[in-house]
């Protein structure tokens, strides 16, 4: 369920901090089932999408895969 607080928590993560959450969530994290996890969806590429090419590249490279 999509409360206020946790939509203020995903609001308040910048891009780089959801992309690690992205990549190494544990499988069936509640952040990304339902409508939690639709809108931290949309939300994490909406503020992908804002950032500049090279900051995108930034952040992938800052995160890496493990």
Known sequence: MLTPGIKK???AMD???MLRKW???VSGDPMFQGEVGKYFQEVMFKKRDALPDHERVQASKNVGWG
Do not use: H, N
Request: glycine share 0%; aromatic share 22%.
């Open 23 to 25: 990549r190494f969530s």
């Open 9 to 11: 928590q995903i609001d």
């Open 15 to 17: 891009y780089e901090s």
